[in-house]
């Protein structure tokens, strides 16, 4: 089962900014030449619809502390894009079947302990249920689910609670059989509208169970791009060469910080629960060591920063594909246990000694002048062991050179997209 969803979200990745900032206490002054833009009062959004806890808050601020543990286990040199909030779902599933050393080493490296896991629960579920919403001009989809081999069985409890927690839905099927395969690569693409259309290209003897969770995310800018202003110009890659990319432009208010080390701008989709925040590092200073900076509080560090300004903005169109094996990645986060046969524990998931033999995350980003469509499925392979205004000022903001961008939920922070856009593409 899943929970298709209109959502808000708001998009930041930006390649020119000559623009005007205005502080709390005086507006700043309207541009008669300028494109009206429609300006999104994101800290007066209405979010009664998703409102979490305390405990549930805490949960999603550690969840998106491992945001960019795992996104700094990626580093290097190309594009890329993760869905950290896709693993946590697994992770979080995973951890519920889990026991001892196994359960608490799952449990850290999503940044909590055993006392949060109905915290953590909860949260999934509400992100599921309610982010539906919010905004009929964006559109989530998160869905979860469990293919287990017919001479296999899940402990009644466990099954309760993937359903209840995580709308999952449990099947069970022949493994032996190309079909069930293809029943795997078939939900993929579905849940992702296509753009994720297989996971899996086999299943071996000593399968068991496959767990998939599935993102999929597509938002019109508030303030589209008009793809006539859209130009063929240089971007400056991770090496300082020089390139040729088509770069977006749209002039108009939008939300500007300067941060220690980088400037970021944040774009509204639809009515500006979701956004997309680009951080464009200083000159001199690289993606690396922003991304080594950055930390679970990174999004309110940000908004407390930002001022609204005049932008000249300019960002290219890119379509970036993403395929991370995830073993090793969590394993150095610290859930290496779970990938060992004989040590891994999974007695509240099944009474088989299994353990996981592959973690693999397919993601894809298409940003345009329209807006940007994601996806990402995230899957785990479980085997048996053998068994106030003022005059406004002006910014220079030019992402013609490596930066990081995210697509966050505004009212939770829940970190849903992360990436680094490199120009190595093109």
């Not at 998106?64 to 894009?81: E, I, P, W």
């Not at 299943?203 to 589209?224: P, R």
């Not at 002039?251 to 400037?263: I, L, N, T, V």
Request: hydrophobic letters at 40%; a negative charge; glycine letters at 6%.
């Amino acid at each position: 089962m899943n929970k298709t969803t209109n959502v808000i979200a708001a998009a930041v990745m930006v390649m020119t900014g000559l623009g005007s900032c205005a502080t709390s206490k005086q507006p700043a002054a309207k541009d008669a030449d300028m494109n009206a833009s429609k300006i999104v009062e994101i800290e007066k959004l209405d979010s009664e619809y998703l409102v979490l806890s305390d405990a549930q808050q805490s949960a999603l601020r550690s969840i998106n502390g491992m945001a960019f543990d795992l996104m700094r286990t990626q580093a290097g040199m190309d594009s890329k894009v993760v869905s950290p909030i896709s693993v946590s779902y697994l992770m979080a599933m995973l951890a519920n079947g889990a026991n001892g050393t196994t359960r608490a080493e799952i449990m850290k490296t999503l940044g909590v302990d055993d006392s949060q896991m109905d915290a953590l629960n909860e949260v999934c579920k509400s992100l599921i249920d309610k982010a539906s919403r919010l905004d009929s001009q964006t559109r989530i989809n998160v869905a979860n689910c469990i293919a287990v081999d017919r001479q296999a069985s899940l402990n009644p409890d466990y099954v309760t609670k993937m359903k209840n927690f995580y709308d999952a839905e449990v099947t069970s099927r022949d493994f032996g059989k190309a079909s069930t395969v293809d029943y795997l690569n078939g939900w993929c693409q579905r849940q992702t509208h296509g753009m994720i259309p297989r996971i899996i290209d086999q299943l071996s003897a000593d399968d068991v169970a496959v767990l998939m969770n599935a993102i999929y995310f597509n938002g019109t800018w508030a303030d589209k791009f008009d793809k006539a202003d859209t130009r063929v110009e240089p971007f400056h890659g991770y090496t300082r060469d020089i390139k040729r990319a088509p770069m977006m432009h749209r002039e108009g208010r939008m939300y500007y910080a300067r941060m220690q080390g980088y400037g970021a701008v944040v774009l509204p989709y639809g009515n500006g629960n979701f956004t997309m925040t680009v951080m464009l590092p200083y000159e001199g200073k690289s993606v690396t060591e922003v991304m080594n900076s950055l930390d679970a509080s990174v999004m309110d560090s940000i908004w407390r920063a930002a001022e609204e300004c005049r932008v000249d903005l300019k960002l290219p169109r890119f379509t970036i594909a993403t395929e991370t094996r995830l073993n090793e990645p969590m394993a150095q986060l610290g859930a290496a246990t779970m990938f060992t046969p004989g040590q891994a524990d999974f007695s509240q998931m099944t009474a088989q000694p299994i353990y996981i033999s592959g973690m693999l995350q397919k993601a894809k980003i298409e940003v345009s002048e329209e807006g940007t469509k994601a996806a990402a499925v995230t899957s785990v392979m479980v085997r048996t062991t053998a068994l106030e205004d003022q005059e406004p000022w002006f910014v220079n903001f030019h992402a013609d050179r490596p930066f990081i961008y995210m697509i966050t939920h505004r009212p939770t922070g829940a970190i849903f997209f992360v990436g680094q856009y490199t120009g190595d593409d093109l």
